[in-house]
């Protein structure tokens, strides 16, 4: 039997809200669905708005547009991530400027991070990968001695907490990504999150497509009108039922991750090199990953598992060391952890529903190859 790298644990349920939207012929974008799901999201990570958004990558850029980035500013990011972190800055105007990551926890090194700031730099968006906490103490110090504004990317850490408090709700804003890969999905969606009343304002701005539509709809004005720059960012109600089921499923979900990454973790002690997770992390379990000594055992290890049926794969060729950013924006920075790890990390199989068997079954072929 193949085991996949991941799987949505979607079903039934999701089914049947999806049915009862279009049944009603209530296929709209922000219902009563979304605006519930909203209130309920805010609540439970700790967050004063929740907004939800078509995609992670969207609230990204509604972030970078609502903190009035432009060009001549500079954001600093981790190299160590997908493009849409990078794209959000540029879409603005503004310059990525790529920083390396630590490598236990492979989270931005914020001293590396300090390094780079200079006076066009505004703000820094820490992502917290596989769904372990950035040390947000040393985030949120940079980011005061300089005036930056802190945007996490809590894209992998759906559920996740840092001493107690949501991830995403920690920084000015936080984005949420609910793509099929994700902890939840409803296929494409995410969400931005915010305590601030003025960047809710805005956000809510232009997600509908530059006006304030969503106070007419909430009756505080009469008619809406074009007020900002904007796009279109909202979620559909079809998704918001979907999603609302998944939320409903989420502390289940990120607890049987959590079982299955602790049994990687058990099992591969001692053969492979694994991933710290920091006190004060309660992690979502996003990923299970681990490092191999170099790019040529790594690529031996994925291409065995794969003729075993088994879902493995690498994870993120630095943004800084892609075609795009070497040719296109010129960079010629050197991030040696980036570059290292992007060689020899490989990802497992983790999601809901994965037997503990199917585990026991990756590790022993793993430890075959490596030991
Ligand atoms: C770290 C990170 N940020 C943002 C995104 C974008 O999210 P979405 O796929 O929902 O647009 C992803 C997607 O995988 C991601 O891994």
Same mark, same amino acid.
């Given at each position: 039997?193949?085991i996949?790298?991941?799987?949505?644990?979607?079903?039934?349920?999701?089914?049947?809200?999806? $049915?009862? &939207?279009?049944?009603?012929?209530?296929? %709209? *974008? @922000?219902?009563?669905? !979304?605006?519930? /799901?909203?209130r309920?999201?805010?609540?439970?990570?700790?967050?004063?708005?929740?907004?939800?958004?078509?995609?992670?990558?969207?609230?990204?850029?509604?972030s970078?547009?609502?903190?009035?980035?432009?060009?001549?500013?500079?954001?600093?990011?981790?190299?160590?991530?997908f493009?849409?972190?990078?794209?959000?800055?540029?879409?603005?105007?503004?310059?990525?400027?790529f920083?390396?990551?630590?490598?236990?926890?492979?989270?931005?090194?914020?001293?590396?991070?300090?390094?780079?700031v200079?006076?066009?730099?505004?703000?820094?968006?820490?992502?917290?990968? $596989?769904? &372990?906490?950035?040390?947000?103490?040393? %985030? *949120? @110090?940079?980011?005061? !001695?300089?005036g /930056?504004?802190?945007?996490?990317?809590?894209?992998?850490?759906?559920?996740?907490?840092?001493?107690?408090?949501?991830?995403?709700?920690?920084?000015?804003?936080?984005?949420?990504?609910?793509?099929?890969?994700?902890?939840?999905?409803?296929?494409e969606?995410?969400?931005?999150?915010?305590?601030?009343?003025?960047?809710?304002?805005?956000?809510?701005?232009?997600?509908?497509?530059?006006?304030?539509?969503?106070?007419?709809?909430?009756?505080?004005?009469?008619?809406?009108?074009?007020?900002?720059?904007?796009?279109?960012?909202?979620?559909?109600?079809?998704?918001? $039922?979907?999603?609302?089921?998944?939320?409903?499923?989420?502390?289940?979900?990120?607890?049987?991750?959590?079982?299955?990454?602790?049994?990687?973790?058990?099992?591969?002690?001692?053969?492979?090199?694994?991933?710290?997770i920091?006190?004060?992390?309660?992690?979502s379990?996003?990923?299970?990953?681990?490092?191999?000594?170099?790019?040529?055992?790594?690529?031996?290890?994925l291409a065995?598992?794969?003729?075993?049926g088994?879902?493995?794969?690498?994870?993120?060729?630095?943004?800084?060391?892609?075609?795009?950013?070497?040719?296109?924006?010129?960079?010629?920075?050197?991030?040696?952890?980036?570059?290292?790890?992007?060689?020899?990390?490989?990802?497992?199989p983790?999601? $809901?529903?994965?037997?503990?068997?199917?585990?026991?079954?990756?590790?022993?072929?793993?430890?075959?190859m490596?030991?």
């Amino acid at each position: 039997m193949n085991i996949p790298l991941s799987r949505p644990l979607i079903g039934r349920a999701e089914a049947n809200a999806a $049915a009862k &939207v279009i049944l009603a012929g209530a296929v %709209v *974008g @922000r219902g009563e669905l !979304g605006l519930a /799901l909203e209130r309920r999201m805010a609540r439970d990570i700790g967050v004063k708005h929740a907004l939800l958004t078509t995609s992670g990558t969207h609230a990204l850029e509604l972030s970078m547009a609502v903190l009035g980035l432009g060009p001549g500013d500079e954001v600093i990011l981790p190299s160590f991530t997908f493009s849409s972190v990078a794209n959000a800055v540029l879409r603005q105007g503004a310059a990525p400027v790529f920083c390396d990551v630590l490598e236990d926890t492979l989270n931005i090194d914020v001293s590396d991070a300090a390094r780079r700031v200079t006076k066009r730099t505004r703000a820094i968006i820490p992502v917290h990968y $596989a769904g &372990v906490a950035c040390d947000m103490d040393a %985030v *949120g @110090r940079l980011a005061r !001695g300089h005036g /930056l504004a802190v945007v996490e990317d809590a894209a992998h850490a759906v559920g996740a907490r840092w001493r107690g408090r949501g991830l995403g709700s920690i920084g000015d804003a936080g984005c949420l990504s609910f793509h099929a890969t994700k902890n939840i999905t409803c296929g494409e969606g995410g969400a931005f999150l915010t305590d601030s009343d003025a960047l809710a304002r805005k956000a809510e701005f232009f997600r509908e497509k530059g006006t304030n539509r969503s106070a007419f709809i909430r009756g505080e004005i009469k008619k809406y009108t074009w007020v900002s720059e904007g796009s279109s960012y909202v979620l559909s109600d079809v998704l918001a $039922a979907i999603l609302t089921e998944q939320w409903k499923r989420l502390p289940a979900i990120n607890k049987e991750r959590g079982e299955l990454h602790a049994l990687y973790m058990a099992e591969l002690a001692g053969a492979l090199r694994l991933p710290v997770i920091p006190e004060g992390c309660e992690s979502s379990c996003h990923l299970f990953h681990a490092l191999l000594p170099d790019r040529k055992t790594r690529d031996r290890c994925l291409a065995e598992l794969k003729r075993r049926g088994i879902g493995a794969a690498f994870h993120y060729q630095p943004l800084h060391a892609s075609p795009f950013a070497r040719n296109v924006l010129k960079d010629r920075s050197r991030l040696p952890v980036s570059e290292s790890v992007g060689d020899r990390l490989i990802r497992l199989p983790l999601y $809901a529903g994965l037997k503990k068997k199917d585990v026991l079954r990756v590790c022993a072929a793993l430890k075959r190859m490596v030991l």
